[in-house]
């Protein structure tokens, strides 16, 4: 059987447990998360499956805050958090048709996060192709200590996806997602710079909370495909993604993947990701020049501001490599480094505010 159907038919994988590590490690003493990681996959019987896999991340450094100083240089606030995870799969499966389960819960000092999803697969022209439907809902409160209230916000995507069988080497994806976010969108860590005048004549730089729209739309289209080269036993994965939403961001990003068999143990995968968005329509580094005075309690409502640098116009190029041994039937051990680097592209965001990063992430995987 050639890989793309391996990889077609993966809702048939082997009972396993696997763990990983994982250090993120920005450039100039930023941000740095270390994670660990703890999943398992065990069939109950022939028609039901269950995933549990759980996450703790933590998190130190500095991330910039907002409008840069009046000396172009940007303000960094130091952070520490420990992020909680898990997310619980259960699938059923009756014949050509599959139904899936999710619940998700991750919470931080500041944060909770609960979400459900439900996906809906069925295969026909002779299981060569999967039609995939589904449907989630996240529902997120935010608490930081300085904040007068907890504040909410709900999300909710819908997904549609079909999967085709081209030949016994090739696969081809591809999924389309609309989703909607409501309520308080806003980072509360992040503020912009405005010149007030608080009596005639004295002008003095001020700081205030950004203030993002109350709501976001979003539309994703996501192409993939997969090919088996059998001469060489190796395999190509190639995706493409476009994202557009209410804000005015428009976004771009390919991933490359060749994954190759090295005799009969090892498989190296180098990659390489590229991403391209532009800005959102009210981002701005401070609102000096507006012809409105930012508030102190934002709500959502017009007018919107923000300088945070995630919300500019900017590309990352992600590259790196990955190697997995198999040391038996059931023990695999992977390692994989990945460089991310991000420029900003609006000509007038200072450098510094983009992170450069290295990633490292060791794994292993037993199979019983």
Excluded: C
């Excluded at 504040?151 to 609309?178: A, R, Y």
């Excluded at 976010?181 to 002008?203: A, C, H, R, V, W």
Aim: avoid cysteine.
């Amino acid at each position: 059987m050639s890989a793309a159907i391996l990889i077609y038919k993966h809702a048939t994988a082997e009972d396993h447990v696997s763990v990983k590590w994982q250090d993120y490690s920005e450039d100039d003493g930023r941000i740095r998360v270390i994670s660990k990681y703890v999943g398992i996959e065990k069939s109950v019987n022939a028609n039901f499956r269950v995933k549990v896999h759980a996450v703790n991340d933590a998190i130190t450094g500095a991330t910039p805050s907002g409008s840069p100083d009046e000396d172009g240089s940007v303000p960094l606030s130091d952070m520490s958090d420990e992020r909680d995870s898990i997310v619980t799969d259960f699938e059923f499966e009756h014949g050509i048709r599959s139904t899936s389960f999710q619940y998700a819960y991750s919470k931080e000092s500041d944060f909770l996060s609960i979400g459900y999803a439900l996906t809906h697969v069925t295969e026909f022209n002779k299981r060569n192709t999967r039609l995939s439907l589904g449907v989630s809902y996240v529902d997120d409160e935010i608490f930081a200590s300085f904040m007068p209230q907890t504040e909410k916000k709900e999300s909710t995507d819908l997904f549609v996806g079909l999967t085709q069988v081209i030949n016994q080497n090739t696969l081809l994806t591809v999924n389309l997602s609309h989703g909607k976010s409501d309520g308080f969108l806003n980072d509360p860590y992040k503020t912009i710079l405005q010149n007030t005048e608080p009596f005639p004549g004295l002008f003095l730089p001020l700081t205030f909370q950004e203030n993002r729209p109350g709501d976001r739309s979003k539309d994703i289209l996501y192409v993939n495909t997969k090919h088996h080269f059998t001469k060489l036993d190796g395999s190509v994965d190639f995706g493409y993604r476009y994202f557009t939403d209410s804000w005015g961001i428009d976004s771009h990003t390919l991933d490359l993947e060749w994954y190759q068999k090295v005799g009969e143990k090892l498989r190296i995968s180098p990659k390489l990701r590229y991403y391209r968005q532009s800005s959102a329509r009210f981002y701005s580094l401070d609102i000096s020049d507006a012809d409105f005075t930012a508030t102190d309690t934002p709500d959502g409502s017009a007018p919107h501001y923000s300088a945070d640098y995630r919300l500019a116009e900017l590309q990352t190029i992600t590259y790196g490599l990955k190697a997995v041994y198999s040391y038996n039937e059931s023990l695999a051990l992977d390692i994989s480094f990945e460089r991310y680097d991000m420029t900003g592209k609006d000509g007038v965001t200072p450098a510094e505010a983009f992170p450069d990063a290295d990633v490292l992430t060791i794994g292993l995987t037993y199979q019983f």
